[in-house]
């Protein structure tokens, strides 16, 4: 049960002796203190009724705005339509629907909770997001464009220049949107996401489905905020007929048999960088399209009686797969360098802090930065026009299997969580009814 005072705080006294009052929410050992704008001398205040004496000036109108203000607190707190919340959370609700915290600042603790959490990938792509919509808000139209974006592309730089020599921190980043000021909620209305759209489209380059994504990081922190009461709901910019997010489902292209073969025949320096990757990518094909950021973290100790039990990063999914034979002959190539590796079957995660996940994630990013650049490579040898990314050996074990496989069995591969996510991907590969249909009407 909350505990709903008001009190006199003494450490804020004023050089004149005057004290502010107010409200004191507590409840299971959490204060939290909202200001009520009066003041009053200690000897005018009667604090085991928390109500003004009659030694005051102006006892009986002082008296009759506190029960005002009790009463607001109270009806907020147990009002039965709302959900139960906590004394920060009310206190956050009575400072009205400006609130104090700007949209920045509730971003970036969002940031750093998915941070302190160990998610580095989440946080990273959402920081990006931050900068992404600072740089919106400082954009001079009258600069011309050409200008704008070299000048947006050369801060990104800097940016990671000093990140790169250890001058500037995701910390650090995190910091800086924290104590910016610059952005209220209830200045995102539909008219700022529209402009936002064009200027991530003209200025920054991106796809829809990356712009959509911005928005949905913006809706959940609207969600966050709202249930805060840091805004009121009425600002909020995706309700009813205001903002669509629209999520187009892409086409999702992945390599035939024969391009496969392709990259199979290929031969490279041992121990060179673009062995390391074509033997990686592979591995990840065999393996019904194991994402490559948790290849580089497969541990000899992951296989056992000629099984890879794999756990998904990305959502802790648990599997065991035979190891196919055109995996087993690869793996074969690394079974001697075991304690070189540090107990990993690749030598991207060697010498890497183990008991430091952000170590973990780093060394990680940047071996995958290293196969798609090298994949590049490797498309150009195979006369492949598609593009070779580390992502594509899931979309081709997708496309080479296609109608084959019970849609079940493929949910279990892919380690989907619900039935319709594996429809839903495999509808991109599967065209027989689509190419049947057409030749029915074409070829009469």
Avoid at 1 to 15: F, G, W, Y
Wanted: charged content about 30%; hydrophobic content about 35%.
């Amino acid at each position: 049960m909350a505990s709903i005072k008001i009190v006199l705080r003494k450490n804020m006294m004023k050089k004149d002796g005057s004290i502010p009052l107010a409200i004191r929410i507590s409840e299971n050992y959490k204060t939290n203190y909202k200001w009520i704008g009066q003041y009053v001398f200690e000897k005018d205040w009667d604090k085991v009724t928390g109500k003004a004496k009659r030694t005051h000036p102006n006892h009986k109108k002082l008296n009759n705005f506190l029960m005002k203000k009790l009463i607001e607190v109270n009806d907020l707190y147990f009002d039965s339509k709302d959900e139960r919340i906590t004394p920060k959370q009310a206190k956050q609700k009575l400072k009205g629907p400006g609130g104090s915290k700007s949209f920045f600042t509730v971003a970036a603790e969002r940031v750093k909770s998915k941070y302190d959490r160990g998610t580095f990938s989440v946080a990273k792509s959402e920081l990006s997001i931050l900068y992404n919509i600072e740089e919106f808000l400082i954009l001079k139209s009258t600069l011309p464009k050409s200008d704008s974006i070299e000048a947006i592309k050369q801060r990104r730089k800097d940016r990671i220049s000093r990140a790169m020599k250890s001058e500037y921190s995701f910390i650090d980043g995190i910091t800086h949107f924290k104590t910016n000021k610059t952005l209220k909620f209830r200045d995102i209305d539909q008219a700022f996401l529209e402009r936002y759209k064009t200027f991530c489209s003209a200025y920054l380059n991106q796809k829809t489905r990356t712009i959509s994504n911005q928005l949905i990081f913006i809706r959940t922190l609207f969600n966050i905020a709202i249930k805060e009461g840091t805004v009121a709901s009425k600002f909020y910019p995706f309700a009813g007929e205001k903002e669509k997010i629209k999520i187009g489902s892409g086409n999702k292209i992945g390599l035939t048999t024969n391009e496969i073969e392709r990259i199979e025949s290929l031969h490279f320096q041992p121990q060179s960088s673009i062995w390391h990757t074509h033997n990686v990518w592979l591995i990840a094909f065999y393996f019904a399209g194991i994402r490559i950021s948790d290849i580089v973290k497969l541990r000899w100790s992951d296989f056992k009686d000629n099984r890879l039990y794999y756990v998904m990063n990305k959502n802790e999914k648990a599997l065991s797969l035979k190891i196919p034979d055109k995996a087993n002959i690869i793996l074969s190539f690394y079974r001697n360098n075991q304690k070189e590796n540090d107990g990993y079957v690749f030598p991207f995660l060697k010498g890497a802090n183990n008991k430091n996940a952000e170590d973990i994630f780093i060394k990680t990013r940047n071996a995958t930065k290293l196969f798609n650049k090298y994949l590049k490579r490797i498309a150009i040898e195979c006369d492949i026009d598609k593009n070779l990314s580390n992502h594509i050996a899931r979309h081709s074990f997708g496309n080479i299997a296609g109608d084959k496989i019970h849609p079940l069995m493929l949910q279990k591969l892919y380690r989907h969580s619900d039935l319709k996510t594996t429809l839903n991907y495999q509808a991109n590969f599967i065209n027989r009814d689509a190419d049947d249909a057409l030749d029915s009407v074409i070829n009469f």
